[in-house]
């Protein structure tokens, strides 16, 4: 790639950035006057209109222009895919051909997106709805609904596939929790003649440039489903009750800014999305359909969208389960190792304040060993004395309480010398809020500390629990997690 051409992709990503950034901010005006918001919407229309017919669609037809010596283009498909990208926030105009439905009574808590095509060798796609629907409960099932994009432009296999889908999943698509679509060829964009980006052989690029369309395709026609999204491919396995733990995981990070929740770290399986976020998620794989693959195009939007890092939950509620790759029927081996089948219980956790009298490293500050993302505390030598407090908003009943220290790869930064204590009657100090008595609930042992009943054991509402280091130690601390489970 040369350099000229790198620049003009960093600035495309830096005007994607802006516009987002723009619209968010423009959120926020129709809050505090919808006058001002509507004059500002008319005026930023304005410019896009103009931005997207000068600077885009005209160097696209230019593109246009050199392109058609070495191949030919469909005109139709070039209007239908980006004639409507002057709305980042608005739909994508694709009349969808629906294989498999019924009318959808009511808005779902989660669209579950799956696309799919042919594969020469296996094929997981009903495997994948089974275990959805089987680790659901029935009242799980009633706030899911399942999508099936299937995007081969091979009629014959979708005709097989519809067949199969209905006889075995007929009572959900009676009851509105299955629908599969298509999406017709003549709506995709140029596949053929595409960037070599990484040096990828040409086969290769058509084949993960369609996929994005696919995905950009699937995600628009959910964009109104749902309060939530789920992305996953045709080749996963569900753990048990992923739902509850999903929902679970989102009440947790109530008024926490995200764009993406990850709950696999393989490819894109498993992201988590606000459903008001999936059109501009369309329009950015459409825009960028050919740069890349789908995953690294999801870390990028994540990015432009002002979430710096990324948010993954162990364990992992969604697996590989393929062995042959969509593409070319190449060996796929890859598992997730952080993956639990059987349900595994999410604490509760409940809003608090954290406080920490100890050294504390870098970034590594109080509140990342009570949150349910992969981080943790990490702190310099503790002394007898120092403490670790968390400080509940109300008194709470704790039925299970868990503290985790060390890491695999940081064995000896345990917490040697410990003792956990409940404490109640809040008062305010200069710097932090305290408790006034505490009870002493045991000590750690090898690092960690764990109990359960704890209702049965203290007399009183908590509103604390206090680490105490009893012991001065040279070893790093690290509170790796702090579980709390309450009724």
């Known amino acids: 790639m040369s350099v000229p051409e790198m620049q003009d992709r960093m600035f495309k990503f830096c005007q994607m950035k802006h516009i987002f950034e723009t619209l968010d901010k423009m959120r926020c005006l129709r809050k505090r006057s919808t006058v001002s918001f509507l004059g500002v919407l008319v005026i930023f229309l304005l410019f896009?209109?103009?931005?997207?017919?000068?600077?885009?669609?005209?160097?696209?037809?230019?593109?246009?222009?050199?392109?058609?010596?070495?191949?030919?283009?469909?005109?139709?498909?070039?209007?239908?895919t980006f004639k409507d990208l002057s709305n980042f926030s608005g739909a994508i105009n694709v009349t969808y051909r629906y294989l498999a439905t019924t009318p959808l009574q009511r808005k779902?808590?989660?669209?579950?997106?799956?696309?799919?095509?042919?594969?020469?060798?296996?094929?997981?796609?009903?495997?994948?709805?089974?275990?959805?629907?089987?680790?659901?409960?029935?009242?799980?099932?009633?706030?899911?609904?399942?999508?099936?994009?299937?995007?081969?432009?091979?009629?014959?296999?979708?005709?097989v596939m519809?067949?199969?889908?209905?006889?075995?999943?007929?009572?959900?698509?009676?009851?509105?929790?299955?629908?599969?679509?298509?999406?017709?060829?003549?709506?995709?964009?140029?596949?053929?003649?595409?960037?070599?980006?990484?040096?990828?052989?040409?086969?290769?690029?058509?084949?993960?440039?369609?996929?994005?369309?696919?995905?950009?395709?699937?995600?628009?026609?959910c964009a109104n489903t749902s309060d939530y999204y789920v992305m996953l491919e045709d080749d996963v396995r569900c753990s048990k009750n992923f739902l509850t733990a999903i929902k679970k995981v989102i009440t947790s990070l109530e008024g926490t800014y995200w764009v993406t929740l990850e709950f696999s770290k393989l490819g894109y399986i498993g992201k988590l999305y606000h459903s008001h976020d999936l059109p501009r998620l369309a329009h950015f794989l459409l825009m960028f359909y050919q740069e890349m693959p789908c995953d690294w195009l999801l870390t990028h939007f994540r990015g432009l969208l002002a979430q710096k890092n990324v948010i993954r939950f162990k364990p992992s509620l969604f697996q590989h389960m393929g062995y042959y790759s969509s593409y070319k029927g190449t060996e796929n081996k890859l598992k997730d190792d952080d993956f639990e089948e059987e349900s595994f219980d999410i604490p509760d956790n409940p809003p608090a304040n954290l406080y920490t009298n100890m050294n504390v490293f870098e970034n590594y500050e109080a509140s990342k060993a009570y949150s349910s993302v992969d981080e943790y505390f990490w702190?310099?030598?503790?002394?007898?004395?120092?403490?670790?407090?968390?400080?509940?908003?109300?008194?709470i009943l704790i039925k299970k309480i868990k503290v985790s220290t060390g890491t695999e790869d940081r064995q000896n930064d345990i917490l040697h010398h410990g003792?956990?204590?409940?404490?109640?009657?809040?008062?305010?100090?200069?710097?932090?809020?305290?408790?006034?008595?505490?009870?002493?609930?045991?000590?750690?042992?090898?690092?960690?500390?764990?109990?359960?009943?704890?209702?049965?054991?203290?007399?009183?509402?908590?509103?604390?629990?206090?680490?105490?280091?009893?012991?001065?130690?040279?070893?790093?601390?690290?509170?790796?997690?702090?579980?709390?489970?309450?009724?």
């Open 48 to 80: 896009m209109n103009l931005y997207i017919e000068d600077s885009y669609v005209l160097e696209g037809d230019k593109q246009l222009i050199r392109e058609t010596s070495t191949h030919q283009l469909n005109s139709e498909r070039y209007v239908h």
């Open 108 to 159: 779902r808590f989660l669209t579950i997106g799956l696309s799919s095509v042919k594969r020469k060798k296996g094929n997981y796609l009903l495997e994948t709805i089974k275990s959805i629907f089987e680790q659901s409960s029935y009242e799980e099932l009633k706030e899911i609904s399942v999508v099936v994009h299937l995007a081969d432009f091979n009629s014959s296999w979708r005709d």
């Open 162 to 221: 519809v067949q199969d889908i209905t006889q075995k999943f007929a009572h959900h698509i009676i009851a509105g929790r299955l629908i599969v679509i298509h999406a017709p060829e003549e709506y995709y964009p140029i596949l053929d003649g595409l960037k070599r980006n990484y040096n990828d052989p040409e086969d290769r690029v058509r084949f993960r440039s369609k996929q994005n369309v696919d995905y950009a395709f699937l995600l628009n026609f």
């Open 379 to 395: 702190g310099k030598p503790p002394s007898a004395g120092d403490f670790f407090v968390i400080i509940f908003e109300n008194p």
């Open 419 to 487: 003792a956990l204590d409940v404490g109640e009657n809040v008062v305010d100090f200069k710097q932090s809020r305290q408790c006034v008595t505490y009870l002493r609930l045991g000590e750690f042992k090898n690092g960690n500390f764990e109990m359960s009943e704890v209702n049965q054991k203290i007399p009183f509402d908590i509103n604390c629990i206090r680490i105490y280091v009893t012991k001065t130690q040279k070893e790093w601390l690290i509170i790796r997690s702090i579980s709390i489970w309450t009724f």
